[in-house]
T-cell receptor, first 110, second 115 residues
């Protein structure tokens, strides 16, 4: 079993839709959580950190459920420019390397 | 520099050849990471440097892979006797301090193709 698991998609949604991505992690001793965005043939870039209380950045909302070892990302009013791969990332306790999920591909269409 | 620089951006090599991939991190960043990303997969950890030393090399797939960072700045990933399965995007990231939340900056990668 992979340490960080995501549904690879693709998720094809119309512009303006709300879409949610889920991620599970296997190691309960995990300390930090992030969502990264990766455009085709580009490097990953930090989208947002994920906090236990949940956090929001504009149209993006991230949630963390430590008991279920589950992370989510919600995108509201999706734009064409949101089309990308969204990577769930975990740092395990005592370490500092980023452990990535497979990524979920999102395609926003007219 | 302003960002993490990786060279070359693309490298095509023949099976069995030796290649070197270079990473120039953000100035002052003590932590440097190498990742490998195959098509349709997330980046997979290879090795982490803190300063000049390799603090964690548990992700190196076999002894054909080696990396150095002799002066604590630029790092070189070296692959001997390349195989077609080594074809991937090789990404480098740097951070001001280990575990720095969200403070990892990636370079644009080197796309390696072994033919």
């Amino acid at each position: 079993r992979k340490e960080v698991e995501q549904d690879p998609g693709p998720f094809n949604v119309p512009e303006g839709a709300t879409v949610a991505f889920n991620c599970t992690y296997s190691n309960s001793a995990s300390q930090s959580f992030f969502w990264y965005r990766q455009d085709c043939r580009k490097e990953p870039k930090l989208l947002m950190s994920v906090y236990s209380s949940g956090n929001e950045d504009g149209r993006f909302t991230a949630q963390l459920n430590r008991a279920s070892q589950y992370i989510s990302l919600l995108i509201r009013d999706s734009k064409l420019s949101d089309s990308a791969t969204y990577l769930c990332v975990v740092i395990f306790r005592g370490g500092n390397k980023l452990t990535f999920g497979t990524g979920t591909q999102l395609k926003v269409e007219l | 520099g302003a960002g993490v620089s990786q060279t070359p951006s693309n490298k095509v090599t023949e099976k069995g050849k030796y290649v070197e991939l270079r990473c120039d991190p953000i100035s002052g960043h003590t932590a440097l990471y190498w990742y490998r990303q195959s098509l349709g997969q997330g980046p997979e950890f290879l090795i982490y440097f803190q300063g000049t030393g390799a603090a964690d090399d548990s992700g190196l797939p076999n002894d054909r892979f080696f990396a150095v960072r002799p002066e604590g700045s630029v790092s070189t990933l070296k692959i001997q006797r390349t195989e077609r399965g080594d074809s991937a995007m090789y990404l480098c990231a740097s951070s001001a301090s280990p575990g720095n939340k969200g403070g990892y900056t990636f370079g644009s990668g080197t796309r390696l193709t072994v033919v």
